[in-house]
């Protein structure tokens, strides 16, 4: 179980709703469940070549195997990069 | 292709190499002697990391042909150390922490140096526009110019 | 919370903060002597036997159609062992972010910006292949192109890529363009929050694309074999990536190529991509020599990432009583030649460093004819925090309040929402604000005839992946190997931690940058992360070999190894009934307790503490000239815990000084016909030692706790505050607000005249 | 591309009378940037360094004579050639970095004819005569007759510019030379102004020369702005008449390092302040001497 948040790119592709709650174990898990439910934001998703989230605040690329609990808040986010 | 053949003095050494004449002295050094502490950041003579001192004055390597060194007498940064002791100016950039990357060390020494030599107790003014003509990206210079007060000092009075 | 001002301790006794024995102590970096004496070795410096020099072709058009090139007479000149073009190189995909490094290595059919490479020599001298790569014949079809981002978003815009279609717009636009993508960040309602503002401030601001500025230019020494191998030694701030890119742009498999990380001469940033290696490995191929390409500075800066321009338009709300209630943002950044995310990471920065309710932030990316944009220090952050800390400035002054008072009313803390989302873990926002506020130089009068400007800086920092080996010697000394190439003393700092886990002293610590057949794989030395993530590889790795000296000295007394402690670089016997052993009389008897000791650690880090900067500057202008002299600067950073601190105060003082460089005379200035008219140091001015006062620091303590001591980060935050610093600052001194950078002598001069009439 | 590296004058001349294509150089710090940035190479590169005239520098009863070829930083640091040409030793000493000053010179700042070049205005305001060795013999030219515009002079190819003549200044005159550079170092000037005066016993302005650089292709002269300080008290009045009149002087262009209407304002801010500084100069050598 986590709560996703979606930003407003993301409600594009969720008819506008805001968050959801999903029985994912892992992250993989969650990206193939939200893909089936909004097959757009699947597009979106991989468009992107790599998704990162923040899972609780924390920003985790190459986050596909990451465990998730009841309590985790998980925005989809896209890799940054730095200098 | 003819090459030149030039005779100079490189850090007390009598050394000898040949040229193409449009060649610059910074090449000369760095792939004819293999002293590569003077770098290449430029090439027009903008950014110092090339400096040495030929013939008692500081300049950029850059800009000095080869051939133009023959019979000079020139310092490179690889001269700075004795075979058992660094420069003040070494030992003062290491300790002040007053390098990053690197690349711009070996110019900023020995434009120092020359300062030093001619002005053994510069004001902090006066050390930032001696070394203005030296270019580093990474320290803001704040820790070059304390160090180099710090060696000033240092040499002034010697242990 | 501690801070520091000058260096004070630089022996290596053991005196650090926080309770800790190495951490927090100053010793002299391990790579320093051969630095100092002349000797260190970066990429330029190497020379192989049968050497050739490589020198590449650019494009003197920034948009055209390659219609056919004619190497013939370059080919027959003398000295010339090897010639390529794009057409050398397998053909790239149709889009995306292989295309675009394969299309940035080299050309194919279109040349993008004037400097894009187009084909390449290698010869026995240096003036030979350049002489040659001059005699290759080029004929091109001109393009209209597009240099600026109102010209690059117009309808009727040149378009660089026709398969480029606007993302994040829906439905999908069916028309291609050069708005690569369309980003939003929304929160509440920014109608409402307008409403509520007693104050609502509505300002434009642009700034230009400005270099990285590293000294040393790229340049690699490339040696393919026979076999079909390849060694490069590389400048680069990731050798990992130099290989992985490098196989992407050859089509090679990457176990043909090893990469040996050479001395690096600065990056910040721009050195973590790739230009000129697969040039040199194919040239190295055909000619079956060993082939070095040094760039030019002019090459430099003609065809190596800039950061981008921007465009920002800021509405902002406020109470009287300094509430920021709303903000609304619009922002489009230059992307260069080939999409980026510059514009997203605008979007995210530009409010970061307040709370809002209700924000509405929108972004463009655009791609124009120019090179390809590259991080520099905290991408895009510079320019965001430049128009949100102007408009807070302004705010600060119409309310009547104290700028710093004004921040730390809005200022956000742990659990707080972020503009873009998740929640804020722990950050020092608030510290580096007081530390600001309570410093010496906040506390002093201006001096008469000064402005004085302060302002807020946010970047994320980033984990990534990161390995380390820490092999203990037979003579109790460790050799620590990582992949993360040292941009700026990394390496004191790995020793440093494993000091401090291990209990030896630091210079009993060799540590070394491995190449990419000795270290396992290690992301780029970017985001702020080699110490905090290679070091908390190095940290684990120490910790790792930590069990296994205690299950020694466990072996050696034969008691159970709960009984045996590690403290300071012993193995301690509980119960006390054996003499402590060292770790040099562990590792000395190794081979008789079970063999040489040594560990690995390679990890994803997690938990890389965001980073906040506040900074403060006293100005003079010179009215009658717009000159403007930086008389005092003070720089207050959070570092986590400063593992070596004066390579922190170092990493701050020079994001200073790069930002005021910025800020107040860098840019890049382009003809009408796109070529760029300053590919120089002498007409690129970055600052010079004569510019600047001392850069005063107060580093800032407040642990991540997702790193075991603490780390956050340091290499990228200082740059992003004094661009708003610098305004502010002139604003305080003039009565007069800028909103163009780069605030020279001739925009500063004209706003002055222009706010007198 | 040969160097050459002749010990006389007639020597290098013979040099250059050979090969249309080659060119002199004393410090090579405009040439090698030149070739850096696309120029193309010559066949023949001539060091005039190694001529003792084109690199001494002497004071000859009351005429100084300057090597062409002698570094920059030579005459910055001698304290009687500063002494007499403040203004000059100056422009000099702004002309790049110490690692530049010790390779340009006066004859290259000039031969390389870039409109921005520091020195020539402050050699113009001295009245300097270039002394150039030519197929006649040595001709005397006034320095502001050297440059024809950008990158062109009026030498013959086979002409060398020797050294340069000045007149120790008389009594009561004094010189300064002022800058402006987005930087404090390592800039080409955006604007120059060069300015000398004379003042008579009651501090009133019997003489004045002022020119600008970088404000069109050559240097200019601006004598309305002299009209405007001579004979005056170097008042308010006659100092913004003087800064208008250079302001209106100036025909420059918008280019990278700054604009049409920055130039022309500026011209006049820094005639004004180098007008004062070169009064200051000679109220307080005057004050020296009566105290002495």
């Known amino acids: 179980m986590a709560v996703v948040h979606f930003s407003t790119d993301q409600r594009q592709h969720t008819g506008g709703t805001p968050e959801v709650t999903i029985d994912a174990a892992n992250v993989r898990d969650l990206v193939r469940q939200l893909s089936e439910r909004y097959p757009s934001l699947n597009a979106h998703l991989v468009e992107t070549s790599s998704t990162a989230v923040a899972i609780d605040g924390e920003i985790i690329p190459d986050p596909w195997l990451e465990e998730l609990f009841e309590t985790s808040e998980v925005h989809l986010v896209r890799p940054l990069a730095g200098g | ?159 | 919370m501690s801070t520091t001002e000058a260096p004070a301790d630089t022996g290596t006794n053991g005196n650090g903060a926080s309770g800790y024995r190495w951490v927090g102590t100053r010793p002299v970096r391990h790579d320093g002597l051969d630095k100092v004496a002349g000797k260190a070795r970066y990429a330029a410096d190497l020379n192989l036997p049968g050497m050739l020099y490589g020198h590449i072709l650019r494009s003197p058009h920034p948009h055209a159609r390659i219609v056919s090139i004619d190497t013939s007479a370059a080919e027959a000149m003398p000295g010339v062992k090897a010639v390529v073009t794009g057409a050398d190189f397998p053909e790239a995909p149709p889009k995306g972010a292989t295309r675009n490094l394969m299309c940035t290595v080299i050309a194919r059919d279109t040349v993008l910006y004037s400097g894009h490479a187009v084909a390449a020599v290698a010869a026995s001298t240096r003036r030979e292949a350049k002489a040659a790569a001059e005699a290759i014949e080029v004929t091109y079809e001109l393009l209209p192109h597009v240099l600026n981002i109102s010209d690059a978003m117009a309808d009727d815009a040149p378009v660089l890529h026709d398969n480029l279609f606007t993302r994040g717009v829906e439905p999908r636009p069916t028309e291609p363009s050069n708005i690569a993508a369309r980003t939003v960040y929304e929160r509440g309602d920014v109608e409402q929050g307008f409403a509520e503002a007693d104050i609502v401030i509505e300002r434009e601001f642009s700034t230009q694309a400005v270099h990285q500025g590293y000294i040393e230019p790229h340049a690699c020494v490339v040696d393919c074999d026979q076999e079909g191998k390849a060694v490069i030694w590389a400048s680069s701030q990731g050798h990992f990536m130099v290989r992985s890119s490098t196989a992407t742009v050859l089509g090679w498999d990457t176990s043909r190529i090893k990469v040996i990380p050479a001395e690096i001469g600065g990056g910040f940033g721009g050195k973590t991509t790739i230009y000129i290696e697969p040039v040199a490995a194919l040239l190295s191929t055909k000619a079956g020599r060993p082939v070095k390409i040094v760039m030019s500075r002019e090459d430099v800066f003609r065809a190596t990432g800039p950061a981008p321009g921007a465009i920002i338009k800021m509405k902002v709300g406020a109470r009287n009583d300094g509430t920021i209630t709303t903000a609304k943002a619009w922002l489009a950044y230059e992307n260069g030649a080939f999409q980026g995310i510059a514009a997203m990471l605008g979007c995210m920065c530009v409010v970061s460093a307040y709370t809002l309710d209700h924000l509405y932030v929108e972004g463009f990316d655009v791609v124009l004819n120019r090179p390809v944009n590259v991080a520099y220090r905290a991408p895009s952050a510079p320019a965001a925090a430049f128009a949100m800390d102007s408009v807070v400035d302004e705010i600060a002054e119409r309310v009547g309040m104290d700028p710093i008072d004004l921040r730390l009313h809005n200022c956000p803390s742990q659990g707080d929402p972020t503009p873009y989302g998740p929640k804020w873990p722990m950050i020092g926002l608030r510290e580096c604000l007081e530390a600001i506020r309570d410093s010496d130089h906040y506390q002093s009068d201006l001096p008469a005839g000064q402005g004085r400007g302060v302002a807020t800086g946010f970047w994320f920092n980033i984990g990534e992946a990161s390995s380390a080996t820490v092999n203990l010697n037979e003579n109790g000394t460790a050799t620590v190997i990582t992949g993360s190439p040292d941009i700026g003393g990394s390496r004191a700092s790995m020793a440093l931690m494993a000091a401090e886990e291990l209990g030896i002293d630091p210079h009993s610590i060799q540590p070394v940058v491995g190449d990419t057949e000795v270290v396992g794989f290690t992301d780029v030395t970017e985001g702020s992360r080699a110490t905090f993530a290679t070091g908390m590889a190095v940290v684990e790795a120490c910790r790792d070999l930590k069990e296994q000296l205690r299950k020694r000295a466990a072996k050696t007394w034969d008691c159970d190894v709960e009984e045996v402690e590690w403290v300071d670089g012993s193995a301690v016997h509980g119960p006390g009934e054996q003499e402590p052993l060292t770790l040099a009389a562990i590792t000395g008897n190794a081979k008789r307790t079970g063999g040489p000791l040594g560990a690995t650690a390679s990890l994803n880090a997690r938990g890389a503490g965001p980073a906040f900067s506040v900074q403060v500057a006293d100005v003079s202008v010179d009215q009658e000239t717009g000159r403007v002299t930086v008389e005092r600067y003070t720089t207050a950073q959070d570092a986590g815990t400063a593992i070596h601190p004066s390579y922190v105060e170092g990493q701050m003082q020079g994001g200073v000084v790069q930002g005021i460089g910025w800020a107040l005379n860098e840019e890049y200035i382009y003809s009408d016909d796109g070529n760029l008219e300053n590919p120089g140091f002498l007409d690129y001015r970055i600052p010079v030692a004569s510019d600047l006062p001392m850069i005063e620091t107060c580093i800032v303590e407040v642990p991540n706790p997702s790193h075991p001591y603490g780390v956050r980060g340091v290499g990228e935050v200082g740059i992003v505050p004094p661009l708003p610093v610098m305004a502010n600052a002139i604003a305080d001194a003039t009565g007069v607000r800028i909103g163009d950078l780069p605030l020279s002598p001739p925009r500063v001069l004209a706003a002055l005249t222009a706010a007198e009439s | ?292």
Request: with cysteine; proline share 5%; hydrophobic share 45%.
């Open chain 2, 1 to 159: 292709m003819s090459r030149t053949h030039v005779t100079c003095e490189v850090n007390g050494d009598a050394v000898d190499f040949l040229t193409e004449d449009g060649e610059s002295l910074l090449n000369a050094l760095r792939d004819e002697l293999g002293l590569i502490g003077a770098k290449e950041g430029c090439g027009t003579g903008d950014c110092g990391a090339c400096s040495v001192i030929m013939d008692g004055r500081l300049q950029c390597a850059c800009l000095i042909f080869a051939p133009e060194a023959d019979g000079a007498s020139i310092t490179t940064c690889e001269g700075l150390a004795s075979a058992d002791e660094l420069h003040p100016l070494q030992q003062c950039f290491l300790e002040g922490a007053a390098l990053q990357c690197g690349i711009c060390t070996p110019g900023f020494l020995i434009a120092a140096k020359a300062l030093l030599d001619e002005n053994p107790d510069p004001t902090e003014t006066e050390v930032r526009y001696a070394l203005a003509g030296n270019l580093c990206r990474c320290t803001g210079y704040d820790k070059i110019v304390r160090s180099v007060l710090e060696a000033a000092v240092q040499i002034r009075t010697p242990a």
């Open chain 4, 1 to 292: 591309m040969k160097y050459a590296a002749p010990t006389t004058i007639d020597e290098a001349r013979a040099l250059l009378a050979a090969d249309g294509d080659a060119i002199v150089f004393a410090g090579a710090t405009d040439v090698v940037p030149q070739m850096r940035g696309g120029r193309p190479e010559p066949s023949m590169v001539v060091d005039l360094k190694k001529i003792d005239r084109l690199m001494s520098v002497s004071l000859d009863g009351d005429t100084w004579s300057v090597g062409a070829a002698v570094p920059t930083s030579v005459l910055t640091a001698d304290a009687v050639f500063t002494a007499d040409f403040p203004g000059l030793s100056e422009a000099a000493g702004l002309i790049g970095s110490d690692q530049i000053q010790n390779r340009c010179s006066l004859g290259g700042n000039l031969c390389n004819a870039s409109p921005a070049a520091d020195s020539v205005p402050a050699l113009v305001v001295n009245d300097a005569i270039a002394v150039i060795a030519g197929g006649g013999g040595e001709r005397r030219v006034p320095v502001a007759e050297v440059v024809t515009g950008p990158g062109q002079t009026s030498l013959a190819h086979d002409e060398i510019v020797v050294c340069f003549e000045l007149a120790r200044p008389a009594a009561g005159t004094s010189d300064a030379y002022l800058r402006l550079i987005p930087r404090t170092e390592m800039d080409i000037a955006v604007v120059g102004a060069g300015v000398r005066l004379t003042l008579d016993g009651d501090g009133a302005v019997s003489a004045a020369t002022v020119a600008l650089g970088a404000v069109a292709p050559t240097v200019v002269r601006v004598p309305a702005a002299e009209a405007a300080l001579a004979g005056s008290s170097l008042d308010d009045a006659a100092l913004a008449a003087a800064a208008a009149a250079a302001s209106d002087a100036c025909n420059p262009i918008d280019d990278k390092r700054g604009t049409i209407d920055y130039r022309r304002q500026v011209a006049g801010v820094l005639t004004r302040r180098a007008a004062g500084i070169a009064a200051d100069r000679i109220r307080t050598r005057n004050g020296q001497q009566g105290d002495s």
